[in-house]
């Protein structure tokens, strides 16, 4: 069993930048991808970013690709999601979620275990 708990969000004016962490318990994070999504009120839940077990692979969404940059430090546990120039349509609940899988994938029927979420509002 994985617990996960996210940070980092917040209430953030459009152009600024937040980054949010997720930390993970248990001794085999390194061998979990990892993935950010988000869900915004009225919205399904979409695919952000992802991460493999190593860190070599890495894919994002369209509307965040050149954007956001997801990285991990197996050493700490901890998975990132750095965020700079926040626009309106980010907002979003965030969540991270852990699959068993290594290699990084975008759907999330692939994921174990997910986090609660962090709330990210970008204003304009």
């Known amino acids: 069993q994985v617990q996960l708990v996210e940070s980092g969000g917040g209430l953030v004016q459009a152009g600024g930048s937040l980054r949010l962490s997720c930390a993970a318990s248990g001794r085999t994070f390194g061998t979990y991808a990892m993935g950010w999504f988000r869900q915004a009120p009225g919205k399904e839940r979409e695919f952000v970013a992802t991460i493999s077990s190593g860190g070599g692979s890495t894919y994002y969404a369209n509307s965040v690709k050149g954007r956001f940059t997801i990285s991990r430090d197996n050493a700490k546990n901890t998975v990132y999601l750095q965020m700079p120039g926040l626009k309106p349509d980010d907002t979003a609940v965030y969540y991270c979620?852990?699959?068993?899988?290594?290699?990084?994938?975008?759907?999330?029927?692939?994921?174990?275990?997910w986090g609660q979420g962090t709330q990210v509002t970008v204003s304009s």
């Open positions: 979620a852990a699959s068993r899988m290594s290699a990084s994938a975008s759907d999330p029927a692939l994921y174990h275990y």
